[in-house]
């Protein structure tokens, strides 16, 4: 069983920096875990993902540049680097995974919906 806890987030000004962290645990070694976020009343969209045991990565087009999304096999952990924070960057963020590979990793192939493993979220609250 996919087991994923977050970690991290909190609150910061416009251009300032923080860490999100996702302990995962019980999955295979070939794994697409992603970062979601959502804002209120929307869905949620994929921010970034990485393909376990690879070093494929994708990021959405808002966050290209600004997020860096790792692997650390020995923590067992995904993390998301976030920089250069805008107030629309304020969220909840989710931590998800899915082992149905056919389906894809990139935010641009799978939504939401495709991913069976969820975190209970953590805060990230961008001031201007």
């Known amino acids: 069983q996919v087991q994923l806890v977050e970690s991290g987030g909190g609150s910061v000004q416009a251009g300032g920096s923080l860490r999100v962290s996702c302990a995962a645990s019980?999955?295979?070694?070939?794994?697409?875990i992603a970062w979601f976020r959502q804002f209120p009343g929307k869905e949620r969209e994929e921010v970034a993902a990485?393909?376990?045991?690879?070093?494929?990565?994708y990021y959405a087009d808002s966050v290209k540049g600004r997020f860096t999304i790792s692997q650390d096999n020995a923590k067992k952990t995904v993390d998301l680097q976030m920089n250069s924070l805008k107030p629309e960057d304020t969220a909840m963020y989710y931590c998800?995974?899915?082992?149905?590979?056919?389906?894809?990793?990139?935010?641009?192939?799978?939504?939401?919906?495709?991913?069976?493993?969820w975190g209970q979220g953590t805060q990230v609250t961008v001031s201007s």
């Open positions: 990485v393909l376990t045991g690879t070093t494929r990565a």
């Open positions: 998800a995974a899915h082992t149905q590979l056919r389906l894809g990793c990139s935010g641009r192939a799978v939504a939401a919906r495709d991913f069976d493993y």
């Open positions: 019980g999955y295979p070694y070939a794994t697409c």
